[in-house]
């Protein structure tokens, strides 16, 4: 079955995927979609993938020494023990990052952009979802914008509903420093990875119908024609050329008046 779309997130919501020219050729060529292991992340955010420490907590009461490779009596070792266990365990899993919104982002765009080039896949969650696969073991679901030290298992219960037990461990958690980033991702965990050996979560390749899932592929505002034109002919090669405009985000004001009677 496709990827299990979890919490309050629609078949029909938009999402946005921002990146480089070379990521959004990768896919086309590959067919696959790039997923990052969430231990990439920790430079940016060293919260990245675990749960709040309400959620902690139960791991650790729950978890026997010796899953966790704790042999030392001493509560000072055991700890150290568990944070090297947690750190592998949380950051185990692979994860594609996208916006929510139905229009653009000008700071997705300066954040993703080289040098203000940048092109964005939009989609929807339904689409993503479908394109991945029966092939793709994982879930989609909106990031929880929390108060790490402030989030009890009623707030959780209250936000996740009827999925709380079952995404509990899941990396749909980030502080709300983070908000503006309206992340929806989809994460999996890789079969053959072992949580001792982090070499074998770092990155995965989930294959993708890309020409499903692509409503618009979005060039940045802050582009010339040519590189709208170089993308243009790139996707044409891959069957999706026709799907391709540039952001009108910093186009003129027609718009604006296009509803007054006899402007021009």
């Known amino acids: 079955?496709?990827?299990?779309?979890?919490?309050?997130?629609?078949?029909?919501?938009?999402?946005?995927?921002?990146?480089?020219?070379?990521?959004?050729?990768?896919?086309?060529?590959?067919?696959?979609?790039?997923?990052?292991?969430?231990?990439?992340?920790s430079?940016?955010?060293?919260?990245?993938?675990?749960?709040?420490?309400?959620?902690?907590?139960?791991?650790?009461?729950?978890?026997?020494?010796?899953?966790?490779?704790?042999?030392d009596t001493s509560k000072s070792q055991d700890l150290n023990n568990f944070k090297l266990f947690a750190e592998r365990l949380f950051h185990s899993r692979v994860v594609s990052c996208w916006f929510q919104g139905d229009e653009e982002s000008e700071a997705m765009w300066k954040i993703y952009g080289d040098a203000g080039k940048a092109i964005a896949i939009r989609t929807t969650v339904g689409k993503l979802a479908s394109?991945?696969?029966?092939?793709?073991?994982?879930?989609?679901?909106?990031?929880?914008?929390?108060?790490?030290?402030?989030?009890?298992?009623?707030?959780?219960?209250?936000?996740?509903?009827?999925?709380?037990?079952?995404?509990l461990l899941d990396p749909i958690y980030k502080r709300h420093s983070y908000a503006h980033e309206r992340e929806v991702r989809a994460y999996m965990q890789i079969r053959d990875a072992r949580i001792n050996e982090p070499d074998t979560y770092k990155?995965?390749?989930?294959?993708?119908?890309?020409?499903?899932?692509?409503d618009e592929i979005v060039v940045s505002p802050f582009c010339g024609g040519s590189y709208v034109?170089?993308?243009?002919?790139?996707?044409t090669q891959f069957g999706v050329g026709d799907r391709i405009r540039q952001s009108t985000l910093l186009s003129d004001l027609a718009p604006l008046y296009s509803k007054i009677e006899g402007a021009t």
Request: hydrophobic content about 40%; proline content about 6%; glycine content about 6%.
């Open 203 to 214: 990155s995965h390749l989930a294959p993708i119908d890309y020409s499903s899932m692509i």
């Open 1 to 41: 079955m496709p990827a299990t779309i979890v919490g309050d997130l629609s078949d029909e919501e938009t999402i946005w995927r921002y990146m480089t020219l070379d990521r959004l050729i990768n896919i086309l060529d590959d067919k696959a979609l790039f997923m990052t292991g969430l231990g990439a992340y």
């Open 43 to 71: 430079k940016s955010d060293p919260y990245e993938g675990y749960p709040p420490p309400v959620v902690l907590k139960q791991v650790k009461d729950h978890c026997p020494p010796a899953m966790y490779f704790s042999h």
């Open 131 to 167: 394109a991945l696969g029966n092939a793709f073991d994982g879930k989609i679901a909106k990031v929880l914008y929390i108060n790490y030290t402030k989030v009890t298992h009623e707030d959780y219960e209250a936000v996740m509903g009827a999925h709380a037990q079952s995404v």
């Open 229 to 235: 034109k170089a993308t243009k002919a790139i996707a």
